[in-house]
């Protein structure tokens, strides 16, 4: 009976499908944290201007980008081709993660196990936007 109540003022009952955008800025929002704290993290553990702070950098800057594609993605439901970018961008992100925590002495190390859960939704929320018809 509640269903057709909320049939018939107009509203949609509250589903899974209309919880997908939420969770899909949500992991956008978190990968842009996460490429933050890499970069702060990055700025503590290297000396100043030293080639490694640089390279390291570069990493939060790719993740930063990543991120903003993948929030723009999300307000742009019908753009296949940007979704197609956004996941071929998780797919290597997920690539360089994979490398980098196979170079830890612990590869379920937090740091990179916070950027593969994050970019696999992702990944996984832009092969749904971009196989959409």
Avoid at 34 to 50: I, K, V
Avoid at 105 to 113: A, E, K, S, W
Avoid at 116 to 122: A, G, H, K, P, Y
Wanted: proline residues 6%; hydrophobic residues 55%.
């Amino acid at each position: 009976m509640a269903e057709s109540q909320s049939r018939e003022r107009g509203s949609r009952p509250v589903g899974m499908k209309s919880m997908l955008p939420i969770i899909d800025r949500i992991a956008g929002w978190l990968l842009a944290i996460g490429a933050l704290l890499h970069g702060y993290g990055s700025y503590l553990a290297y000396p100043s201007l030293s080639a490694n702070l640089v390279w390291a950098w570069s990493g939060s800057v790719a993740a930063l980008l990543l991120a903003a594609i993948n929030l723009l993605r999300v307000n742009r439901p019908d753009d296949r081709a940007l979704a197609w970018i956004s996941l071929a961008g998780c797919l290597l992100w997920i690539g360089i993660v994979g490398a980098f925590a196979a170079t830890l002495p612990n590869p379920i190390d937090p740091r990179p196990l916070y950027h593969l859960i994050v970019t696999l939704v992702l990944a996984a929320l832009s092969l749904r936007t971009a196989l959409r018809r």
